[in-house]
Antibody, heavy 118, light 106 residues
Framework: EVQLVESGGTLVQPGGSLRLSCAAS????????MDWVRQAPGKGLEWIGR??????????QYAASVKGRFTISRDESKNSLYLQMNSLKTEDTAVYYC?????????WGQGALVTVSS | DIQMTQSPSSLSASVGDRVTITCRAS??????LAWFQQKPGKAPKSLIY???SLQSGVPSKFSGSGSGREFTLTISSLQPEDFATYYC?????????FGQGTKLEI
């Protein structure tokens, strides 16, 4: 069974940093692109970035709203995806989902809540 | 960026009804269009990809159509578990953009 489990969500102050993790299981992790999608409270879904698979040299793409502040990485030895978030703003408050980038986004984690507030 | 516009924003329906949700892209996206269902407090669930292909395990009551700029999601014979928010999303080019959502209510 394909499973994605996020962790690391917490309360952080504006300007602070945080790293989210996503543990993947049930599939060959290195074969798939992986994405992060977020959802602010009461709002819609926002794609924030992708890291491609091994065959595509793990290259990355980001939404303009996070480019230069957020970094997506992956560790194939741990079947894990990461989202490093720096210079956090109050508008980054959201539930962050990791997703498998196959046939759009075919599988989703349960989400991790990040609250940016003083 | 390619923008996605869903209509309606909300929709009232009854058990047994058939409903259609529309999604329009600001430019041609061929068939690079997906649909998702989200229930309160839960992660989105993928329903359809490539405009009309059902994700594994999704019942055939859900169907997608369209290409180019205009797409539809049709849900037949509504059941209580179908009342949720539905999103379209394109993946023609970066950034991938979601529609604003359609809340399907009883």
């Amino acid at each position: 069974e394909v499973q994605l489990v996020e962790s690391g969500g917490t309360l952080v102050q504006p300007g602070g940093s945080l790293r989210l993790s996503c543990a993947a299981s049930g599939f060959i992790f290195s074969d798939y692109h992986m994405d992060w999608v977020r959802q602010a409270p009461g709002k819609g879904l926002e794609w924030i970035g992708r890291i491609r698979n091994k065959a595509n040299s793990y290259t990355t793409q980001y939404a303009a709203s996070v480019k230069g502040r957020f970094t997506i990485s992956r560790d194939e030895s741990k079947n894990s995806l990461y989202l490093q978030m720096n210079s956090l703003k109050t508008e980054d408050t959201a539930v962050y989902y990791c997703t498998r980038g196959y046939h759009s986004f075919d599988c989703w984690g349960q989400g991790a809540l990040v609250t940016v507030s003083s | 960026d390619i923008q996605m516009t869903q209509s309606p924003s909300s929709l009232s329906a009854s058990v047994g009804d058939r409903v259609t949700i529309t999604c329009r892209a600001s430019q041609d996206i061929s068939n690079s269009l997906a649909w998702f269902q989200q229930k309160p407090g839960k992660a989105p669930k993928s329903l359809i990809y490539d405009a009309f292909s059902l994700q594994s395990g999704v019942p055939s009551k859900f169907s997608g159509s369209g290409s180019g700029r205009e797409f539809t999601l049709t849900i037949s014979s509504l059941q209580p578990e179908d009342f949720a928010t539905y999103y379209c999303q394109h993946y023609k080019s970066y950034p991938y953009i979601f529609g604003q959502g359609t809340k399907l209510e009883i």
